[in-house]
């Protein structure tokens, strides 16, 4: 069974703090996807990332690929109030199936 | 305009009594998926379609059963709700192919939702 842990669970930070938000596993995933879900939303597709060591960058946000795909890091720079949710990442896990990490609640306070 | 439409948003059953949520998609994707989504919790995979293909997870409940009549729609049947199944319930459809070189564009678009409540 493949497995997405994250960390931390929960956050909160004050606004203009960094933060990162891990995504690990002992399974090797072909691509990984990180979304953000706000309360009574579907979860929204932030980024994917193909590659092992891939970086990729989207705003404040900055999102990683380990070498040996099986982790991924998202970090974000200057926290805004508006960055609040549920973080979640997502691997493809076989043909056409996503497994979902466990989440990471971020609260952004003002 | 709305891609991936959940109706309704809001769901009440009581307590053994069948109900069915329904998702529909203007994108033409080949691949539709249902998660269900406990409060603070990640999306579980209950089934997904490859066009009329069906395949269901291994640990999803006999309880839940799926339908899917064409490209456009598809069904979640909870044929005796328990109190254990009041959650959110997600619909996805994907870009997917499956071929190699798609990886990149792999993408899930969700629905808003339908939170069931059972009474």
């Known amino acids: 069974t493949q497995l997405l842990e994250q960390s931390p669970q929960f956050l909160s930070i004050q606004e203009g703090e960094n933060l990162t938000v891990y995504c690990n596993s002992s399974?090797?995933?072909?691509?990984l996807q990180w979304y953000r879900q706000e309360p009574g939303e579907g979860p929204v597709l932030l980024v994917t990332?193909?590659?092992?060591?891939e970086v990729k960058k989207l705003k404040r946000l900055t999102f990683q690929f380990g070498d040996a795909r099986k982790d991924s890091s998202l970090h974000i720079t200057a926290a805004q109030p508006g960055d609040t949710g549920l973080y979640l990442c997502?691997?493809?896990?076989?043909?056409?199936?996503?497994?979902f990490g466990t989440g990471t609640r971020l609260k952004v306070l003002a | 305009d709305a891609m991936v439409i959940q109706n309704p948003r809001y769901q009440v059953t009581q307590f053994g009594k069948p109900v069915t949520l329904s998702c529909s998609q203007t994108?033409?994707?080949?691949?539709m998926y249902w998660y269900q989504q406990k409060s603070s919790q990640a999306p579980k995979l209950l089934f997904h379609?490859?066009?009329?293909?069906?395949?269901n997870e291994a640990d999803t409940p006999d309880n839940f059963q799926s339908r899917r009549p064409n490209t456009s729609f598809c069904f979640l049947d909870i044929r005796s709700p328990g109190l254990g199944d009041a959650a959110m319930y997600l619909c996805?459809?994907?870009?997917?192919?499956?071929?190699?070189?798609?990886?990149?564009?792999?993408?899930?678009?969700f629905g808003s939702g339908t939170q069931l409540s059972v009474l």
């Open positions: 996805a459809t994907s870009t997917r192919t499956g071929g190699l070189t798609s990886a990149t564009n792999e993408k899930l678009f």
């Open positions: 399974s090797v995933f072909s691509s």
């Open positions: 990332v193909v590659t092992g060591g």
């Open positions: 997502a691997g493809a896990a076989g043909t056409y199936k996503y497994i």
């Open positions: 994108l033409n994707h080949n691949v």
């Open positions: 379609y490859y066009d009329k293909d069906f395949n």
